[in-house]
């Protein structure tokens, strides 16, 4: 589609009185870097923020390849397609129900947009993890509350799923879209039972983070012809830019063209994971659970005498670069283009780390209990702020986001009170080596 267009256009040798400015010349392109198929809306070529041609097609196939009624390619991540979808649902209604755990792209709209929120209420297992939402608590505000949309994040960080088809028929009985913070979920497809895990009114995925396209390539996917497709559009073209990347939509493109390959790739990583969780740890131990992704690799720290930011570093030292470390565990992300040896060296890596390591009791999890509210986000965003030390904040009203990153997910949002606990909490992890959203032991509250 678009590569072969292109191929065909560079070989009829058109010179480029257009930007982008570096002009294909060869005397600069450096090989590593794709000059010579970096263009930009020229004759022929649409125009993704008003499509009409070979993006429509690309749209049409995503769209078929996701079972959905409508795809809308963003080559501003997942980010532009959350900013765009809830500024569009959110014009009448500004009254919102999210799960806690949401990216902080989301709480961003909240701000932007001036929004009214509620949380589902979420459990965490053994290990600190969120691994689920309350159904009966979602029902409860569905029955007492109109929202404007239900926005939830599956799979997530973490890789836990949702039962998004139970999610899904609350919110049709209550008359309310679903929206489904879906980044980490471009391959959920690739699994024999999805439609338990793929069931909405739109979602947001990134085709970069779980498959081949280059980031930050994604798209918004629509399956409610009730929703008004051309105000999500319209607001797409509003926070993406008006330069969309080529490079990545001809990376779309050629995910696209390799999506038949895909299932037979996923077979073997299925094969590589089976290998991986069998090996024997007598201290770390691998989080697993029939309702989580297996590509995310969960390694806790809980019953040895190391945090997980050790652990994170113990692994760097042999080449092995992670996703993330929380307190007690660290995230390692596998895709159907992982190699064997990808697999082997972790292999080797952990067992070695393994046997240096003793028992002990490194239990510390976050509790993830909502904090009291006193101010809205946006109402607490304006108000003027100072710096205090963490340890002088309790009882005062937070006016940042408090969050580790990654994944960027907020502990404490604007608005919200400094209590005992939390303080604790945030102390030890900057203590253990955590890498938190503020600086010097310093956090920002309403004055």
Not at 68 to 74: G, L, R, V, Y
Not at 366 to 380: F, G, T
Request: charged share 25%; glycine share 4%.
């Amino acid at each position: 589609m678009l590569i072969e267009k292109l191929d065909k256009y560079l070989d009829e040798g058109y010179y480029p009185f257009h930007m982008p400015a570096h002009k294909r010349n060869k005397t600069l392109l450096n090989v590593n870097l794709p000059y010579d198929r970096d263009l930009t809306e020229i004759r022929d070529f649409d125009n993704l923020n008003k499509p009409k041609s070979i993006f429509v097609t690309m749209e049409n196939i995503l769209a078929k390849i996701y079972k959905a009624k409508e795809a809308i390619i963003s080559t501003n991540g997942s980010t532009c397609g959350i900013l765009a979808t809830i500024r569009s649902l959110s014009k009448k209604n500004k009254k919102i129900l999210i799960s806690r755990f949401a990216h902080k792209s989301v709480y961003n709209a909240i701000e932007l947009f001036k929004l009214e929120v509620d949380y589902i209420e979420s459990f965490t297992n053994e290990y600190g993890l969120i691994s689920d939402i309350n159904y009966d608590d979602l029902k409860n505000k569905l029955k007492d509350n109109t929202y404007a949309f239900v926005m939830v994040t599956s799979p997530t960080y973490e890789g836990y799923l949702l039962d998004l088809n139970r999610i899904h028929k609350l919110c049709k009985k209550y008359n309310t879209p679903l929206v489904v913070d879906m980044a980490h979920g471009s391959h959920i497809h690739l699994y024999q039972d999805y439609n338990k895990y793929f069931s909405y009114d739109l979602a947001i995925t990134s085709f970069h983070k779980n498959l081949s396209a280059l980031t930050p390539a994604a798209a918004v996917l629509i399956n409610n012809n009730k929703l008004d497709i051309k105000e999500i559009r319209r607001n797409m073209a509003i926070f993406q830019t008006s330069s969309p990347s080529y490079i990545i939509c001809q990376s779309i493109d050629d995910m696209i063209s390799s999506h038949p390959k895909f299932p037979i790739l996923k077979e073997n990583l299925d094969i590589n994971l089976d290998l991986l969780y069998k090996i024997k740890l007598n201290n770390l131990e691998f989080i697993n659970d029939p309702k989580k992704d297996k590509t995310k690799i969960l390694i806790s720290t809980q019953k040895t005498n190391i945090s997980a930011y050790k652990l994170r570093d113990l692994l760097y030292e042999k080449k092995i670069e992670i996703e993330m470390a929380q307190a007690s565990y660290v995230l390692l992300i596998a895709s159907i283009f992982d190699k064997k040896e990808g697999f082997d060296r972790l292999k080797n890596a952990l067992e070695a780390i393994d046997k240096n390591l003793k028992y002990g009791h490194n239990n510390f999890t976050l509790k993830n209990i909502l904090p009291n509210r006193k101010m809205k986000i946006s109402e607490a965003m304006e108000k003027e702020k100072k710096l205090v030390e963490i340890s002088d904040a309790k009882g005062k009203i937070c006016g940042q986001y408090i969050y580790s990153y990654p994944p960027g997910i907020p502990l404490l949002v604007p608005g919200e009170v400094f209590d005992r606990d939390l303080i604790k909490e945030l102390s030890y992890i900057s203590e253990i080596g955590g890498n938190l959203s503020y600086d010097n032991g310093k956090v920002l509250i309403v004055n």
